[in-house]
């Protein structure tokens, strides 16, 4: 009975913390909130897409952000003009009250907005994102490339990559057998055969027993971790996974509240923690990076979007001690380059010997093109 009555205070009180804040005018005029502008955008050939928003102010700079075109473009760009009327009028430097004043907005909605005030702070601070969080920890960042097929590994290590991400690719039927683990280990030879750092993506896609297995086969390779090696699975499971190999285990893209990730930190069953900037934004992910410290846990940024997302989590790798590498989507087309770039600038997204350098200027870093942004819309 005590520990439920110590549970209900904590409950309340918690609740009444979260409560949104009463409106008040902006501190600076100028920088009350205008306006919500949201743009569903798609990569001509490969059809990555997602939504990139901009949020204007009365009289200072405007604001970039980026999310998910999740669970379809329509319904997320809906999503951000019901937001709009709430946030109209807002001080766009109260980033922490507007996230509690969006508590009932879908995730992506929450992290995009807070993405662009601190592209508006950085941009009236003059000074990066991350030296308004906590100041630079590194002076680069190791950039992951997402390959689709084995056959894009030639062109990212000639574009600058030197650590990648390669998908399980799952037979067909319902049972994987002994030619499952020597195909997967045929890949992954091939891919070793520059001395690559590797990842192994399951997308969770194979039982527990089979990340299990492939962990513990597949140590000899040294991957970096084998990441989300199970679907929905218990603790008892997971755990599973990561106490029978040294394989690195990594999970959590698919996490939203950091009360569900504070649950897997407390089983010491993860060794990588996979947040998505694009549904967490800067300031909450750094706040999940923080807690995994505490558990000597790595932090990688998720990221399957554009541009943005990529300004945005070079932001948390650059104020977050403990982060270890960022995924950076792979465009094999030219022509889904050029819209990246168009979209955000050249140089943001193209490493030097596996390294990203951290964006130097105001705010996330980058000049937007709206015109791209137009040019690319569904």
Same mark, same amino acid.
């Given at each position: 009975?005590?520990?439920?009555?110590?549970?209900?205070?904590?409950?309340?009180?918690?609740?009444?913390?979260?409560?949104? +804040?009463?409106?008040? +005018?902006?501190?600076?005029?100028?920088?009350?909130?205008?306006?919500?502008?949201?743009?569903?955008?798609?990569?001509?050939?490969?059809?990555?897409?997602?939504?990139?928003?901009?949020?204007?102010?009365?009289?200072?700079?405007?604001?970039?952000?980026?999310?998910?075109?999740?669970?379809?473009?329509?319904?997320?760009?809906?999503?951000?003009?019901?937001?709009?009327?709430?946030?109209?009028?807002?001080?766009?430097?109260?980033?922490?009250?507007?996230?509690?004043?969006?508590?009932?907005?879908?995730?992506?909605?929450?992290?995009?907005?807070?993405?662009?005030?601190? %592209?508006?702070?950085?941009?009236?601070?003059?000074?990066?994102?991350? %030296?308004?969080?906590?100041?630079?920890?590194?002076?680069?960042?190791?950039?992951?490339?997402?390959?689709?097929?084995?056959? &894009?590994?030639?062109?990212?290590?000639?574009?600058?990559?030197?650590?990648? @991400?390669?998908?399980?690719?799952?037979?067909?039927?319902?049972?994987?057998?002994?030619?499952?683990?020597?195909?997967?280990?045929?890949?992954?030879?091939?891919?070793?055969?520059?001395?690559? %750092?590797?990842?192994?993506?399951?997308?969770?896609?194979?039982?527990?027993?089979?990340?299990?297995?492939?962990?513990?086969?597949?140590?000899?390779?040294?991957?970096?971790?084998?990441?989300? +090696?199970?679907?929905?699975?218990?603790?008892?499971?997971?755990?599973?996974?990561? %106490?029978? @190999?040294?394989?690195?285990?990594?999970?959590?893209?698919?996490?939203?509240?950091?009360?569900?990730?504070? &649950?897997?930190?407390?089983?010491?069953?993860?060794?990588?923690?996979?947040?998505?900037?694009?549904?967490?934004?800067?300031?909450?992910?750094?706040?999940?990076?923080?807690?995994?410290?505490?558990?000597?846990?790595?932090?990688?940024?998720? @990221?399957?979007?554009?541009?943005?997302?990529?300004?945005?989590?070079?932001?948390?790798?650059?104020?977050?001690?403990?982060?270890?590498?960022?995924?950076?989507?792979?465009?094999?087309?030219?022509?889904?380059?050029?819209?990246?770039?168009?979209?955000?600038?050249?140089?943001?997204?193209?490493?030097?010997?596996?390294?990203?350098?951290? +964006?130097?200027?105001?705010?996330?870093?980058?000049?937007?093109?709206?015109?791209?942004?137009?040019?690319?819309?569904?």
């Amino acid at each position: 009975m005590p520990a439920t009555r110590s549970l209900a205070k904590r409950l309340r009180l918690a609740a009444l913390a979260a409560a949104p +804040p009463p409106q008040a +005018p902006a501190r600076r005029p100028d920088l009350a909130i205008r306006g919500l502008d949201a743009w569903a955008v798609a990569e001509p050939e490969g059809g990555r897409a997602y939504v990139v928003v901009k949020v204007s102010t009365d009289g200072g700079p405007d604001g970039w952000g980026e999310t998910r075109a999740a669970p379809d473009a329509e319904t997320a760009v809906a999503a951000f003009r019901q937001a709009e009327a709430t946030l109209r009028g807002r001080d766009a430097l109260a980033a922490e009250a507007t996230r509690r004043l969006l508590a009932g907005e879908p995730a992506g909605v929450r992290a995009a907005v807070d993405m662009a005030l601190l %592209d508006i702070q950085g941009k009236v601070a003059k000074a990066p994102g991350y %030296d308004l969080l906590s100041g630079r920890t590194r002076d680069k960042a190791r950039a992951l490339a997402i390959l689709e097929r084995d056959e &894009d590994l030639d062109l990212a290590r000639r574009m600058g990559f030197r650590a990648f @991400s390669a998908p399980v690719e799952i037979p067909a039927g319902p049972t994987r057998g002994r030619a499952f683990y020597e195909q997967t280990f045929e890949r992954l030879q091939g891919l070793r055969r520059a001395g690559e %750092d590797l990842v192994l993506d399951c997308r969770g896609e194979t039982t527990a027993a089979e990340g299990a297995a492939l962990a513990a086969r597949f140590e000899q390779f040294h991957l970096l971790w084998i990441d989300e +090696p199970a679907g929905e699975i218990n603790e008892e499971a997971l755990r599973k996974i990561s %106490d029978q @190999s040294t394989t690195p285990v990594g999970w959590g893209r698919s996490i939203v509240d950091n009360a569900e990730f504070q &649950d897997l930190l407390r089983l010491q069953a993860i060794d990588v923690f996979r947040l998505d900037v694009a549904v967490h934004g800067v300031r909450y992910a750094r706040r999940a990076a923080a807690l995994a410290e505490a558990h000597y846990t790595a932090i990688a940024p998720f @990221s399957r979007g554009g541009p943005i997302a990529t300004a945005a989590a070079l932001q948390v790798a650059a104020s977050t001690p403990n982060f270890f590498a960022l995924d950076v989507p792979f465009a094999r087309s030219e022509r889904d380059r050029k819209m990246r770039t168009e979209i955000a600038g050249d140089g943001l997204e193209r490493p030097r010997e596996g390294f990203l350098a951290l +964006p130097e200027g105001p705010g996330l870093g980058v000049e937007v093109d709206e015109g791209a942004l137009r040019r690319y819309a569904l």
